[in-house]
Structures are given as structure tokens and as C-alpha cells.
């Protein structure tokens, strides 16, 4: 089993369209959280970290459910430029960081 | 500012040949670099710790004499795929952390190296 899960998709909504993605984590020690972006053939960046409170940044909201071991990444109203994978990312407290295999959105005029 | 930059970005050798990669941090010091490699549909898999002024530390099922890492200085590391093969084709990407951040754990990405071994 994958250390960090996520349904690759694609996930094919049109514009203005709201979407969430999952992810499951299976070690309970991890302690840090975030959801990265990474367009084809790029390298991923920091899209936002995730905290138990739950934080918002513009359009996208990040939820963390520790006794579940679960993320979550909303996105609202949709644009094309949001078309992209999305990784889930975790850190157990070292400088390791865990990638997903990413989900894939495509927003779609 | 937290820009890391990747050369070559892209890469084709053939068979047996050894492919130098660099990473550098551009206006930060990285004490420590990492190296990952991403096949097609794949996570990114952290191959190795590169830390500057000693050996490099890497992860379970990686040939450490096959994929050299050195890092001379605060602001480069470079891996070394000795004798490619087409299986070592992938995307190569390596992260810096700026250790005078406050988000400690934030990595900075290269944009990656495309090496493809005929």
C-alpha cells in the first residue's frame, strides 16, 4: 500500500465548476501537509500547506482530518488555468517529503 | 527570491554513457539539496539527501555508486548517472531548502531535467 493515496482522476469539470480531491496517508506519524501543483512535464509547486484548522487561500480551501488520516483540496469557480495534477504531500517531521501520484484536473470552457 | 535552477533541462545519451545533472540555488544557501526522479503517471520518489560538505544519504534501493552526488558548495549539488541505461530514462528534478525561512520544511523545485537513454 501507498504511503499517500490519491485518486489520479482525470477529473473533467467545466469552468465556474467547484471540485474536491482526497487523499489518505498512511502513517500516522506524519506531520506536515500540503497540496502541490505540477503542470505537464514541470515541477511541482507549493500550492498551499494544509492545516487541522482548515486554512483558504482565494479559491481553494485545505482541510486536514488527523484521526481519519485525510486531506482535502476544494476548488471554486473553476478556470482553465487551473487545469493541472495535484499533489498530496506529506512530511513525517524529517526533510522527507512524500509525494502522491496526483490527481488530474482538466477544466474545460 | 527561493529560485533553483536545473541544467541540462533536458538530456540524450546513449547507452553507458555517464550524464552529469546540476542543481543550483540562485539567491538562497541550501546546506541541503534533494534529487528525485519521476517516471510518466508516477509520484515523484526521493532518490537522495544531498548535504553540502558530507556523503550523501540515499533512500532503500537506490545504488549510490550508480547515482553520485556532490555538493561543494552552499549553492550546488550535481548528480552523476554513471553508465545509463534506458531504464534510467526520467525526469530528474532536485529541491533546495532555505534553512533561514521560517517554514523550515519548504523545499524550493529545479524545473527538472529530461534524461532519455537510447
Known amino acids: 500500500r501507498k504511503e499517500v493515496e490519491q485518486d489520479p482522476g482525470p477529473f473533467n469539470v467545466p469552468e465556474g465548476a467547484t471540485v474536491a480531491f482526497n487523499c489518505t496517508y498512511s502513517n500516522s506519524a506524519s506531520q506536515s501537509f500540503f497540496w502541490y501543483r505540477q503542470d505537464c512535464r514541470k515541477e511541482p509547486k507549493l500550492l498551499m500547506s494544509?492545516?487541522?484548522s482548515g486554512n483558504e487561500d482565494g479559491r481553494f480551501t485545505a482541510q486536514l482530518n488527523r484521526a481519519s488520516q485525510y486531506i482535502s483540496l476544494l476548488i471554486r469557480d473553476s478556470k482553465l488555468s487551473d487545469s493541472a495534477t495535484y499533489l498530496c504531500v506529506v512530511n513525517r517531521g524529517t526533510d522527507k517529503l512524500i509525494f502522491g501520484t496526483g490527481t488530474r484536473l482538466q477544466v474545460f470552457p | 527570491g527561493a529560485v533553483v535552477s536545473q541544467h541540462p533541462s533536458w538530456v540524450i545519451c546513449k547507452s553507458g554513457t555517464s550524464v552529469k545533472i546540476e542543481c543550483r540555488s540562485l539567491?538562497?544557501?541550501?546546506?541541503?539539496m534533494f534529487w528525485y526522479r519521476q517516471f510518466p503517471k508516477q509520484s515523484l520518489m526521493l532518490m537522495a539527501t544531498s548535504n553540502e560538505g558530507s556523503k550523501a544519504t540515499y533512500e532503500q534501493g537506490v545504488e549510490k555508486d550508480k547515482f553520485l552526488i556532490n555538493h561543494a558548495s552552499l549553492t550546488l549539488s550535481t548528480l552523476t548517472v554513471t553508465s545509463a541505461h534506458p531504464e534510467d530514462s526520467s525526469f530528474y528534478i532536485c529541491?533546495?531548502?532555505?534553512?533561514?525561512?521560517?517554514?523550515?520544511?519548504?523545499?524550493?523545485f529545479g524545473p527538472g531535467t529530461r534524461l532519455t537513454v537510447l
Open positions: 539567491d538562497f544557501q541550501a546546506t541541503t
Open positions: 529541491s533546495a531548502r532555505d534553512t533561514s525561512r521560517v517554514s523550515y520544511n519548504e523545499q524550493f
Open positions: 494544509v492545516y487541522s
